[in-house]
Structure formats: C-alpha cells, structure tokens
C-alpha cells in the first residue's frame, strides 16, 4: 500500500506538489483511481484522483479512516542531536518506524551540535510514517534546553540515562510501567554534565541504564524507544 501525504486534505482536497509528482509522473497515476491519503493526525482518506495534474493533483474523498497508533501512551525521547547530522536524521527516522508521539533535541552544556533544521527532520518523519503505513506524525520540537525541558517536562514517568558510574542507576527495562506516559532523555557523546544529571535528580527524574553495552547517543535513544515497546507487547501478552 502506497501512502499519500497531505495535512489539509479535507480543506484543500489537493496533494502537495512532492506527493502530486510521485502520483502522476512517478506513479503515472490517472483520473478515476484510487489513491489513500493520511493527514498525520490518525486518519486515511481514501480519495479517487480527479484531477491528475503533476504539481496539484486534486482528488475527490470517497471516505475516511480512523488510524490510530497501536500504542496507548505517549512515548517522548529527548535526544542531543549527534555532531554529524546524518546520524541524527537517521535516528528521527527510525524512531518514527518503531513508533514515537515526541522527539525533542535538547541543548546541553556538551552538546556537540548547537542547532538543527527542524523541518529537514520532519520531511524525514513524513517519509517514515508512509513507508511504516502510520498515519500520526511525530511531533519534533525546536532545540530545547536540558534545564527548559526537566522542568517543562509532565510525562507521568521520567528517566534520564546518563553514564557517571558514582551514582545509582537501575535498568530502565526493569522500572518502566509499561503503557503509561513516558520521556526518556539522552545526553551527549560526552554525557549530561554533573549538574544536569543532578538538576534532574532533584526534579524527580528516575537515574536508568539501558545495559552494559556502551552505546553512541542514536543507538542509545533507539534502544530506549524499542524497550518501551517491547515491554508494553509483554504486558499485553
């Protein structure tokens, strides 16, 4: 099944150009057929395609489709955005496929990237969600500071994964309530600084590990996303 991208389809009834080109020119896509599009908010429309021009292709909405995500909860990973920016992209994406409502890239004291394009990251959130057949896209916040975001924060669990070995940490699979409210965040290549860590201590944030393996920040924020999920599929079990 091919998925089609428009956040306005029921006021417009038109595909954006990207999605109109890959129906009509790549798709070579014609009037009368059926097409399904999501709007990122939980819906498919299943439209038939009135108007096949390349770069506005109008449709007509024969009827719609609740598409909610299969989890219950919302699940936030706050993350800080890796040097390279390849890494960070790739990790919006395959957070979007295992399945994720928030990403937040967090500016602390080490961080190694001080700004990010959010809608770069988001055009790549797009792509994932129709490749992934979801229909709610993954919101992604503009850069937010660590201290904003503990403070901010009012997911009903709360962990931070840091790596200082001094202070106690329990493993995130283990403290986890599976299909409640949570945010996990991630530091650094260099880790939280002490006094982030000891910030989010003090605001109630729970100090987790997510194994012995020592992991780069991308493969750090997916593990703890998938460990959510594979928790909440054993609870259901």
């Given at each position: 099944?091919?998925?089609?991208?428009?956040?306005?389809i029921e006021q417009t009834l038109t595909l954006p150009e990207s999605d109109s080109q890959h129906a009509i020119r790549v798709l070579r896509m014609k009037e009368g057929e059926e097409i399904a599009v999501i709007d990122g908010r939980g819906h498919r429309?299943?439209?038939?395609?009135?108007?096949?021009?390349?770069?506005?292709?109008?449709?007509?909405?024969?009827?719609?489709?609740?598409?909610?995500?299969?989890?219950?909860?919302?699940?936030?990973?706050?993350?800080?955005?890796?040097?390279?920016?390849?890494?960070?992209?790739?990790?919006?994406?395959?957070?979007?496929?295992?399945?994720?409502?928030?990403?937040?890239?967090?500016?602390?004291?080490?961080?190694?990237?001080?700004?990010?394009?959010?809608?770069?990251?988001?055009?790549?959130?797009?792509?994932?969600?129709?490749?992934?057949?979801?229909?709610?896209?993954?919101?992604?916040?503009?850069?937010?500071?660590?201290?904003?975001?503990?403070?901010?924060?009012?997911?009903?669990?709360?962990?931070?994964?840091?790596?200082?070995?001094?202070?106690?940490?329990?493993?995130?699979?283990?403290?986890?309530?599976?299909?409640?409210?949570?945010?996990?965040?991630?530091?650094?290549?260099?880790?939280?600084?002490?006094?982030?860590?000891?910030?989010?201590?003090?605001?109630?944030?729970?100090?987790?590990?997510?194994?012995?393996?020592?992991?780069?920040?991308?493969?750090?924020?997916?593990?703890?996303?998938?460990?959510?999920?594979?928790?909440?599929?054993?609870?259901?079990?």
């Amino acid at each position: 099944m091919i998925l089609f991208y428009a956040p306005d389809i029921e006021q417009t009834l038109t595909l954006p150009e990207s999605d109109s080109q890959h129906a009509i020119r790549v798709l070579r896509m014609k009037e009368g057929e059926e097409i399904a599009v999501i709007d990122g908010r939980g819906h498919r429309f299943i439209c038939r395609i009135a108007a096949a021009h390349p770069k506005h292709a109008s449709v007509v909405i024969d009827r719609v489709e609740a598409m909610p995500l299969s989890w219950p909860q919302s699940i936030t990973i706050a993350v800080a955005p890796t040097k390279h920016i390849d890494r960070m992209e790739w990790l919006v994406e395959k957070l979007t496929e295992i399945g994720v409502n928030r990403i937040v890239p967090l500016l602390g004291r080490r961080s190694e990237r001080k700004e990010i394009k959010v809608e770069r990251l988001e055009k790549i959130a797009v792509s994932a969600m129709k490749q992934s057949l979801k229909a709610v896209l993954p919101r992604i916040d503009a850069m937010t500071p660590v201290s904003r975001f503990i403070a901010e924060c009012d997911s009903r669990q709360r962990f931070i994964a840091h790596c200082d070995d001094s202070l106690e940490r329990r493993l995130l699979s283990r403290e986890y309530i599976p299909l409640t409210d949570v945010a996990l965040m991630i530091g650094p290549e260099g880790d939280f600084a002490p006094e982030e860590i000891e910030s989010a201590l003090e605001a109630g944030w729970n100090p987790v590990s997510l194994g012995d393996n020592r992991l780069r920040t991308e493969t750090a924020a997916l593990v703890g996303c998938d460990t959510f999920h594979i928790c909440d599929q054993i609870k259901s079990l």
